[in-house]
């Protein structure tokens, strides 16, 4: 993990365009602006885990019969 010391008002730069600002700092709290193209997802933590956890136990549904399958499909 790279670790990084920022005031107020300073940023941070990943890659070419994103951009992390401390916009305020209170109360053990930091307050961060960030500037994303639209098509990077940006989660706090704990929905992005949330998200992962969603994500596989889709994933492991079980599997459907073939012919189950096949009584779905019009005859013809």
């Keep these: 993990m790279l670790v990084l010391t920022r005031r107020r008002g300073e ?15 209170k109360g053990g709290q ?7 193209p639209s098509t990077v997802e940006i989660h706090r ?7 992962q956890e969603e994500n596989q136990s889709a ?9 189950a399958f096949r009584r779905l499909l019009p005859t013809g």
């Design 45 to 51: 933590d704990e929905i992005c885990v949330r998200i």
């Design 59 to 67: 994933a492991c549904t079980g599997v459907v019969p073939l012919a």
């Design 30 to 36: 930091i307050r961060l602006g960030i500037e994303a």
């Design 11 to 25: 940023a941070i730069t990943i890659g070419p365009n994103i951009r992390v600002v401390v916009l305020d700092i």
